[in-house]
């Protein structure tokens, strides 16, 4: 059986300003930034968010309609929203389970769709427990499965599983062998009905359990497979560890024909600052069959400590075809804070790409972070939050979009959109005849030449990466494109008169 993923989120919708497909609430008084999650049912969103409230912060049940327009805001004081993947919707009834507030234990709140509570128990199986976190959740039709956090007092965080029924009671749990390493737990179910986990981890001298097999891989992650009525492992595999990376392992879906994608995000082993993003798949023995990497690279960003920046995978209503997502950077001058764009991937489950978009607003958004998706019968609907200004508490607003299932936005198929025009800063293309760029396309070598002494040619990914960077002398220069692979790029030229920016096709 297929479980809808659903990712963490930032920021609390407050107001609204629609704009065609894609609209953005924001709150100026200032705003929490912690973790919202989303799902969208019968042309309704409901948003679970964080907000400052008389009690100081607390969580806010949202829904909107189509058109982005707010039908109710509810506050929850008695729960804590950093949690992952915990709202769903059955049979009209909204169900949510997340840190509680004021106990120790988890919450399990169920909502009418017009946000009135219907039941709120706290789970705690043991008093002696410090707190349990909740990070994954399955809602099944007569019991709920959940993953958690849990330590008690002087021991270190452990994973969890529980099996409760609708009244909040625990009916069975187990804890996993290994200690929790950070990032993200993911839970989800195998063809057979026995539960699949995934979780980072460390062993109990703080490194990893096994030896390192190669240094440029993600680390540390293991693979679970636990009966779903006795909770029993059945069976389990470590897969690539060493001691000095920090991997995040976002989430695992098992494709239609059997794959798994693990989407990762890993620190690389010689400079801490720079950060990799990778798609890894496994086959149903869980051997590692393939690793496709992506050209994300964050230098600076602290918020990567707290993971989030990375890939996700989400499933289509086609079973031969899945989505990919990921944050990525933009280059920008004199910036201590790169700007983020974000891309997504249509692939069928062979790994063939159908199409990529990529969606940048560098002229007002600095950031764009769209961290759920959801596709429906027309559309593909993304939510997340964009950022204003970076430096600027009070500037991220929470964000829907809606693209058709082609990728398009408001029939605009480009490669990259750009939802307030295209970027002043990198892309200012003009008309210059004092500089020429040929041939295009190109198949090995780009050829430069300009009236003017040459100062520096960049090459960027359509996607905004900055590729290759050279500063040049001279009134002539010729570049090896041999190396990239095919497809659209673009090619900014300066010289001592004038720039010229140029989207090149390599073949």
């Known amino acids: 059986m297929k479980i809808l993923f659903k990712i963490a989120l930032f920021i609390l919708p407050i107001y609204i300003i629609a704009q065609d497909n894609f609209f953005s609430v924001n709150d100026y008084n200032g705003l929490n930034q912690l973790y919202l999650d989303h799902v969208s049912y019968q042309s309704k969103i409901y948003a679970l968010g964080v907000t400052i409230c008389n009690t100081g912060e607390c969580g806010v049940l949202s829904k909107y309609d189509e058109d982005g327009k707010l039908m109710f805001l509810k506050e929850i004081d008695n729960i804590d929203i950093t949690s992952y993947r915990c709202i769903d919707i059955k049979n009209d009834t909204l169900m949510l389970i997340a840190l509680s507030k004021y106990e120790v234990g988890a919450r399990l709140q169920m909502y009418d769709t017009e946000g009135k509570l219907l039941s709120d128990k706290l789970i705690n199986r043991d ?39 609708y009244a909040g009671n625990v009916l069975d749990y187990i804890r996993l062998p290994y200690h929790f390493r950070g990032g993200i737990l993911t839970l989800t179910q195998l063809e057979n009905g026995n539960l699949f986990v995934t979780q980072p981890y460390i062993d109990e001298e703080g490194v990893c359990a096994f030896e390192h097999v190669d240094i440029d891989q993600p680390n540390a992650v293991i693979f679970y497979e636990i009966s779903a009525d006795s909770l029993d492992i059945i069976r389990e595999k470590q897969n690539i560890c060493y001691q000095y990376a920090n991997s995040v392992s976002f989430d695992c879906r098992i494709l239609s024909n059997g794959i798994i994608v693990r989407n990762a995000l890993w620190r690389d082993a010689l400079n801490e600052n720079i950060i990799h993003a990778s798609n890894i798949y496994y086959n149903s023995d869980w051997e590692e069959i393939a690793i496709d990497k992506y050209p994300q690279v964050v230098i600076g960003n602290s918020l990567i400590a707290i993971g989030v920046l990375g890939n996700r995978s989400y499933e289509s209503r086609n079973e031969d075809e899945y989505y990919i997502a990921a944050s990525i950077s933009y280059p920008q001058p004199d910036e201590d804070f790169p700007y983020i764009n974000f891309l997504i991937q249509k692939w069928d489950i062979d790994r063939n790409l159908i199409w990529e978009r990529v969606i940048s607003d560098p002229n007002i958004h600095h950031r764009i972070y769209f961290n759920s998706l959801v596709e429906t019968e027309t559309e593909i ?11 600027v508490a009070g500037t991220q607003d929470f964000a829907i979009m809606s693209l058709d299932l082609d990728g398009c936005y408001n029939g605009d198929c480009s490669d990259i959109i750009y939802l307030n025009g295209p970027p002043t800063a990198v ?39 900055l590729i290759h960077e050279e500063e040049l002398s001279g009134l002539a220069y010729t570049m090896n494109m041999v190396d990239l692979r095919s497809g659209m790029y673009m090619v900014r030229v300066v010289s001592d008169e004038s720039i010229r920016v140029e989207k090149v096709m390599k073949l």
Do not use: C, H
């Not at 609907?381 to 430096?391: K, N, P, Q, S």
């Not at 190109?442 to 996607?463: F, I, Q, T």
């Open 427 to 465: 892309y200012e293309e003009e008309i210059d005849n004092t500089i020429s760029v040929f041939p295009n396309p190109v198949l090995d070598e780009l050829n430069v030449k300009s009236a003017a002494p040459l100062r520096s040619v960049s090459v960027y990914g359509m996607d905004g990466v």
């Open 127 to 165: 008093e002696e427990l410090v707190y349990t976190w909740p990070l994954d959740v399955i809602y099944m039709k007569d019991y709920i499965y959940l993953a958690a956090n849990e330590n008690y007092e002087n021991e270190s965080r452990q994973t969890a599983i529980y099996k409760i029924d």
């Open 381 to 391: 609907i993304l939510a997340g939050y964009v950022w204003r200004d970076f430096d």
